[in-house]
């Protein structure tokens, strides 16, 4: 696509259950991010891939969140047993390689937990 | 924790005025990149500088970067109301993990 994709743009779930968030990265693009911002706040780094591999996991808040890249394109985000302080919008971006490339977001995917 | 610290947090100008916003970072890098965010979504790559520059600029941008002091600046001239939006500088650790980090932003309101 002409864009990073991301999906579902809106999910609202209730606390405890799994969630699943898709990326699509800019067709090319090796690097993929994943970052979380809240309400109001910076942006949050929670871990990077170049190709399949993820150099830095560093940012995942927990071991209830995990991600994989498949095919060295789309990358999925999944938050297990969620929790209220996990809503905030999960933004991913892409760039050609994981150096010194500017990022292109998605809309991102705002999460709602009751 | 956050690589990069915006100043000011907020920032109110008239149309017509200049912007300007900085950034302070932590650790030596490679490079640092200014975004831009509109309503809460998706951020936009505004310029990126590199680490043996000191100074780009991009039609109404300047960016400059100091490294001995750890800090950049964002200068917007001729301010208009569709520049009303967070802006957030983005820097690489010079250790070769490619993560880069965000810093807090500057919420900019330009007025008509």
Redesign the interface.
């Known amino acids: 696509g002409a864009g ?1 994709s991301q999906s579902p743009s809106n999910k609202v779930t209730e606390k405890g259950k799994d969630v699943e968030l898709r990326c699509d990265p800019i067709s090319g693009h090796t ?1 993929l ?1 994943w ?1 979380r ?1 809240s ?5 949050e ?1 929670l871990i ?1 891939f ?1 190709g399949n591999s993820a ?2 996991k ?2 995942l808040p927990s071991d209830r969140f995990s991600a994989e890249r498949t095919g060295g394109s789309v990358s999925t985000l999944t938050i297990q047993r969620t929790q209220q302080e996990d809503s905030a ?1 999960y ?1 991913c ?1 892409s760039s050609l390689r ?3 490339w ?7 995917s705002r999460l709602t937990v009751l | 924790s ?1 690589q990069g610290e915006e100043d000011p947090q907020a920032l109110s100008i008239q149309e017509g005025e200049n912007a300007t916003m900085n950034c302070s970072y932590k650790t030596s890098i ?2 640092l ?1 200014w ?1 831009r965010q509109n309503s ?6 505004l310029i ?1 500088i ?1 680490s043996n520059e000191r100074e780009k600029h991009s039609g109404r941008l300047r960016v400059t970067l100091d490294t001995s002091k750890k800090s950049s600046s964002l200068l917007i001239t001729a301010s208009r109301a569709a520049d009303t939006a967070s802006y ?1 500088c ?1 820097t ?1 650790e010079a250790s070769g ?9 500057t919420r900019l309101k330009v007025l008509a």
């Not at chain 1, 309400?39 to 942006?43: H, K």
């Open positions: 990073v690097a991010y970052y911002q309400l109001g706040q910076g942006l780094f990077y170049q150099p830095d560093s940012g919008v933004l971006a994981a150096s010194v500017e990022l292109f977001f998605g809309e991102g | 956050q490679n490079n990149q975004y809460g979504r998706g951020l936009v790559h990126l590199r957030f983005a690489d993990t490619y993560k880069y980090i965000f810093g807090t932003g």
